[in-house]
């Protein structure tokens, strides 16, 4: 019987509000994050169960619009396959606005 690895990258996965979890904030210093570095990271492909190996580390950045508070959030993700960059999360940074438990927040991801 023959086995096959999948190769993933490592990323940080964590979430911070408001400096909440100063590790996950900038400035980020990995030397001291290594309960956050997640091995081999994993994520969801659109239209498709379960999870992939990422292809790609990413952080969003936010702030929610009514108090000013920060949000940070580091993780990993993959390309799905689709066609156009828009719906492609990792092929370019993006940035506007979403609601998240019912407060806007205005955000940039970068890888």
């Known amino acids: ?6 190769g993933a990258i490592d990323c940080f ?8 979890n100063p590790a996950c904030d900038d400035p980020f210093h990995n030397n001291y994050t290594s ?3 997640h ?3 994993l994520g969801g492909r659109k239209g498709r ?24 959030v580091r ?7 689709t066609l156009t960059t828009d719906t492609e ?3 370019s940074s993006h940035c ?11 955000y940039l991801i970068a890888m």
């Open 75 to 81: 993780t990993c993700a993959l390309d799905s396959g």
């Open 89 to 91: 999360i990792i092929r």
């Open 35 to 37: 309960e956050l570095l």
């Open 49 to 72: 169960n379960g999870l992939f190996p990422a292809t790609a580390c990413i952080k969003l950045a936010g702030v929610y619009d009514d108090s000013g508070k920060r949000l940070t």
């Open 39 to 41: 091995s081999p990271c």
């Open 96 to 106: 506007g606005g979403f609601y998240l438990d019912d407060k806007y927040v205005s």
């Open 13 to 20: 996965h964590c979430v911070s509000v408001d400096g909440s």
């Open 1 to 6: 019987m023959s086995s096959s690895a999948v």
